[in-house]
């Protein structure tokens, strides 16, 4: 069974451009969730679809940031304008329900100069 | 608020020399604590999931175990392959769903 993909595995951009990241779950799983991990800092969950819905969006940090999950499947998550403090890893998990096991991709350095 | 304390931040230990990794956490309403391994440029792996004072789960070398306050990871005779960064995490109360409150890790490096 395929894991959680994530593309580009790396990405480098200038301040002020835009990022689409994107994510395809394992197939089944409904809850897709997105988190990153700044330098030196712990994971911090950003926000958590159920479907196509966005159940949990207290994680986003401003709204430079635009989650979607059009039909359900694949999630994108765009920075528009990206910062430097934008710079991590973003990790893309996904689970059958929401209480279930969360499966991380293997995650999308974002660097912005 | 919610919070994830794991330590030591690094430990060096020789094949074959057991120890144990800490994770401490206050949430209101524990709805699971999780074990996560990573290795470098990958993401996190799933270990294992506790969900009450006085559970344990064993994997290979790895067991697990829950207190009220604390979870312990601890590891038998560890060989080289376990190098890795173990991360724990917390589900909180309802209402908050899905979402996983991660401690910063504990970096582990075995020596053979």
């Known amino acids: 069974e395929a894991g959680v993909t994530q593309f580009p595995s790396h990405s480098v951009i200038e301040k002020g451009q835009t990022v689409t990241l994107r994510c395809d779950p394992i197939s089944g799983h409904d809850n897709l969730y997105w988190y990153r991990r700044v330098m030196g800092k712990e994971i911090k969950f950003l926000l958590h679809f159920v479907k196509e819905s966005k159940q949990d969006e207290s994680g986003m940090p401003n709204n430079r940031f635009l989650a979607e999950r059009t039909g359900g499947t694949y999630s994108t998550l765009k920075v528009q304008p990206a910062e430097l403090e934008d710079s991590g890893v973003y990790f893309c998990a996904s689970s059958e329900g929401p209480t279930d096991t969360q499966y991380f991709g293997p995650g999308t350095r974002l660097t912005v100069l | 608020e919610d919070q994830v304390t794991q330590s030591p931040e690094a430990l060096r230990l020789q094949e074959g020399e057991s120890s144990s990794l800490n994770c401490s956490y206050t949430v209101s309403g524990l709805r699971g604590l999780f074990w996560y391994r990573q290795d470098p440029g990958k993401g996190p792996e799933f270990l294992f999931t506790?969900?009450?004072a006085g559970e344990e789960k064993e994997k290979e070398r790895l067991k697990a175990t829950l207190t009220k306050k604390e979870s312990f990871l601890h590891i038998t005779a560890p060989k080289p392959e376990d190098s890795a960064t173990y991360l724990c995490?917390?589900?909180?109360?309802?209402?908050?769903?899905?979402?996983?409150?991660f401690g910063q890790g504990t970096t582990l490096q075995v020596k053979p």
């Open positions: 506790l969900y009450s």
């Open positions: 995490a917390v589900r909180g109360p309802p209402g908050n769903t899905g979402k996983l409150i």
